[in-house]
């Protein structure tokens, strides 16, 4: 089947030509597959496409594929592509879930620790010989409550590191877990002396943190976000580290992230970009000009294990293809 894959680097083009055989006729493109991609005759015959959580397959997108069987993600997540085009077409969506379970929930402890003893401004300060000790007394992890807002693979693995800390563990989730204290989103704010966001995207948990939300919680709380910038309102947040409500933000995810970097690489094209995230884009670098925010490029999975768990994963899903049932794994259920 003819299978293009987006978003490729040459690492994974080196594996996947390794592994795959020749039932799958390939094609490797580096770019990100969206609405500014120009899509060739050669490949509009596609059967199956891979994408990475930097393309964004809207209806528009999708419909320059006219022979589409599958999509196959090389992502746990699945909010970049349009799941009701797919269901109606019978475009069958296979995820990457678990890859970067353990990554993940590391790479949020390692943001609360930056944040909480000031790592990343003290650090900053010794290269640029400016050090000043009354800047950089932080607060101790022990008998702190972390308020965990989505219980999953990942969610729970950061309860179990937050336990080794000697924390008290709340969470929020839409399903209950007897090893943890489940609290109602509102009351988790109101005790909660750090908030942890690892949900999943979804028409529920978008802008779950808005005004309001900020408003409840605990003077000097700390979030931690490695999930999906939307799930917080930018705005609200800046204006809660500025009134001091929020003591510290540290965020490996934004609100229209993509828009950003292409500034970063000097590829914005303002033309394309849509007027929430030309705003949103603002606000994240006011943000980026305040010591008590750090802003990681979307990295918290990229660590050697989850990269060859990503592939290996991948692998599957495409032979899966091949021998398609209702009841494949990891196979998105729309």
Not at 141 to 166: E, M, P, Y
């Amino acid at each position: 089947m003819k299978t293009v894959f987006f978003d490729i680097k040459d690492e994974e083009q080196k594996y996947l030509t390794e592994k795959l055989g020749p039932e799958f006729e390939t094609v490797f493109i580096k770019r990100s597959l969206n609405s500014e991609f120009l899509v060739e005759e050669n490949i509009q015959d596609a059967q199956i496409l891979s994408v990475f959580i930097d393309s964004e397959l809207t209806k528009g997108v999708l419909e320059k594929f006219k022979n589409l069987k599958f999509i196959i993600l090389r992502s746990v997540g699945y909010s970049h592509i349009d799941l009701s085009y797919a269901n109606e077409n019978k475009i069958a969506v296979f995820n990457a879930p678990h890859y970067g379970d353990y990554s993940i929930a590391e790479y949020t402890f390692a943001l609360l620790l930056s944040v909480s003893r000031k790592i990343f401004v003290s650090a900053l300060d010794v290269k640029k010989q400016n050090i000043l000790d009354t800047k950089y007394q932080g607060i101790e992890l022990n008998k702190k409550t972390i308020g965990i807002v989505g219980l999953g693979a990942i969610g729970k693995k950061v309860a179990q590191i937050a336990k080794s800390f000697s924390m008290n563990v709340v969470y929020y989730d839409i399903k209950k877990d007897e090893e943890f204290q489940y609290l109602p989103i509102d009351e988790l704010c109101k005790i909660s002396d750090i908030i942890s966001i690892n949900c999943p995207l979804t028409k529920e948990t978008l802008y779950m943190f808005d005004r309001q939300r900020f408003s409840m919680m605990k003077d000097g709380v700390i979030i931690i976000n490695t999930a999906r910038g939307e799930i917080i309102k930018i705005e609200a947040l800046y204006e809660a580290l500025t009134d001091k409500k929020v003591s510290f933000a540290a965020m490996d995810v934004v609100e229209c992230e993509n828009v950003l970097y292409e500034d970063i690489n000097n590829t914005i094209d303002i033309h394309n970009v849509k007027q929430s995230c030309l705003k949103n884009y603002f606000i994240t670098r006011k943000l980026l000009n305040m010591d008590n925010v750090i802003i990681t490029p979307h990295i918290a999975y990229n660590t050697k294990e989850a990269q060859k768990r990503i592939l290996e994963i991948t692998v599957e899903n495409l032979y899966s293809s091949l021998k398609f049932t209702n009841s494949a794994k990891n196979l998105v259920l729309i």
